[in-house]
């Protein structure tokens, strides 16, 4: 019996989507940093706290997304956790905040 957790793929077509190189990394990537970014922005507009608690906003708001889609992907047929997913939000998620604490 193979655990919701598996690594293993559930067929080749899962396996060469889950690639490192995949287009579906580069969308996580992207995604994630813009959501930080949008979660931050909004974070400024309703709140006067300082750009510290923007970013931390941002970067969460981001990453409990990345977390639904995952667990989302988890539930549906032919289809499956992917760690690389969550790596490549990471990235994305750090690369913004970097960013947004130098601009």
């Known amino acids: 019996m193979s655990s919701v957790f598996s690594t293993a793929p559930a067929d080749s077509l899962n396996q060469a989507r889950d690639s490192w190189l995949a287009k579906d990394k580069a969308a996580h990537f992207l995604c994630s940093a ?11 507009i309703n709140h006067n706290h300082g750009l510290g608690q923007d970013i931390r906003f941002g970067a969460g708001f981001a990453f409990i997304l990345g977390l639904a889609k995952e667990g989302r992907d988890m539930v ?17 998620i750090a690369l913004a905040v970097i960013l947004l604490d130098v601009w």
């Not at 813009?34 to 400024?44: D, E, V």
């Not at 549906?76 to 994305?92: E, I, T, V």
């Open 34 to 44: 813009l959501l930080t970014g949008a979660g931050a922005w909004i974070h400024s």
């Open 76 to 92: 549906q047929p032919r289809n499956r956790w992917s760690w690389k997913d969550l790596a490549a939000n990471l990235a994305g």
